[in-house]
């Protein structure tokens, strides 16, 4: 999962509003040129007209237009794993009653003008880098509480909220103050009024960087929960080992597109009988930031480590590559992008067949081939490739 690699605007009639210009891949191209000759070998930029093979191995290549609205990291995710989750977006002011009900019985609780701070450390705020009202962040400077007790301020957060996602973190150089001073009011294009602050411009995404994503019961079974109940393993690697909850599965966790990769291909070549899912978020980073040299410079990475990582492949295993949503590092703003993503599959059995995959219209038909290839019933959303 190429975290924001999107690859054209969606002409969408579900009210989010559009950036006709946004194209991601076509904007790294454009602003930065990167090399990427695996990625080109793989048709990404023919994304269901191009190669039909990968060095003899059958290559079946199209795109998806995501089922869910807008463009939003966590509830792409959960379609990647098979949900169409039905999340009910809200603002922190909106819910801040119930917010205050939930903390207030175990901490002391302070509101101020459309955020609260709970126990003089723990910030709880809109997010205004996703879809609007979708997701709340609870942010503490590291250092500043205990990791134990921000995470039962999130989970008490989580308990009090509609929203599809919380996100608990903490990271170091920071402080409360320095998080106080930064959040601001912005009007969103659905005349939201939402109260929060930019995490990446924090500058916080370094090695001390903590996170957990918290989605509730939206999605009490997923791809990843069925193939460790079926007895295969499952491993997350990168930033997905802190958006997927599945209990018994493998985390490994990597901030940096390099070290996320070279656990993938070391995991690989171990010849897992399961499910690896690596999430490289740095190209959404570089969205946020509007920052096309660092979204070519992780393109360039991700190109760099797929060639090793499909040597690993045998007969019997597929790799994918898709992504969640948009996130145009030139499109003039730092919020994601609702665009279509690409899907590339590579078969290891060289005398399987290819296909020209074409339009699909859900994430979730991942999930659902996933299921099919390893012989299990499948009982989510989505249609076998």
């Not at 048709?43 to 995501?66: F, H, V």
């Not at 995710?77 to 009653?97: D, I, S």
């Not at 901490?107 to 609260?116: A, F, I, N, Q, T």
């Not at 170091?172 to 602050?197: C, F, H, K």
Request: proline share 5%; net charge negative.
């Amino acid at each position: 999962m190429v975290d924001g690699l999107g690859v054209g605007t969606v002409d969408s009639a579900d009210g989010w509003s559009l950036d006709p210009d946004a194209n991601t891949l076509r904007s790294v191209l454009r602003e930065t040129g990167p090399r990427v000759d695996t990625l080109d070998a793989l048709g990404l930029p023919k994304l269901g007209y191009g190669p039909t093979e990968y060095r003899g191995l059958p290559l079946s290549t199209g795109w998806i237009t995501p089922h869910y609205p807008g463009a939003d990291t966590a509830l792409g995710h959960l379609e990647l794993l098979g949900c169409h989750p039905n999340a009910r977006p809200a603002t922190v002011a909106a819910q801040m009653p119930a917010i205050v009900a939930a903390c207030a019985p175990h901490y002391e609780v302070e509101v101020r003008d459309g955020y609260l701070i709970v126990d003089r450390s723990i910030h709880i705020f809109d997010n205004v880098e996703s879809n609007p009202g979708s997701n709340v962040n609870v942010l503490a400077a590291a250092g500043e509480t205990s990791p134990g007790r921000l995470l039962t301020v999130g989970r008490l957060v989580r308990s009090a909220v509609s929203n599809p996602r919380v996100i608990v973190m903490s990271g170091r150089p920071l402080t409360g103050e320095a998080i106080r001073a930064s959040i601001d009011v912005r009007q969103a294009e659905d005349d939201l009024v939402l109260v929060g602050t930019s995490i990446s411009a924090l500058g916080i995404h370094n090695e001390h960087y903590r996170s957990t994503h918290l989605t509730g019961n939206l999605a009490e079974a997923t791809l990843a929960t069925e193939m460790v109940r079926s007895g295969h393993e499952v491993v997350l690697l990168g930033k997905a080992a802190d958006l997927i909850e599945a209990p018994g599965a493998t985390v490994i966790r990597a901030t940096d597109t390099s070290t996320a990769l070279e656990q993938l291909a070391d995991v690989a070549r171990e010849r897992v009988n399961g499910l690896l899912i690596c999430n490289i978020f740095q190209l959404d980073l570089a969205g946020h930031g509007q920052d096309p040299d660092l979204a070519g410079e992780v393109l360039r990475t991700v190109d760099h480590y797929l060639g090793p990582i499909l040597a690993t492949l045998r007969p019997g295993d597929h790799l994918v590559l898709t992504a969640d949503h948009g996130n145009d590092p030139a499109i003039g703003h730092g919020r994601h992008t609702r665009e279509h993503v690409p899907l590339i599959c590579v078969n290891g059995a060289a005398d399987a067949e290819s296909h020209l995959i074409g339009h699909r219209h859900s994430l979730a038909d991942v999930a659902a081939s996933i299921c099919s290839w390893h012989s299990l019933t499948w009982r989510g959303a989505g249609r076998v490739l």
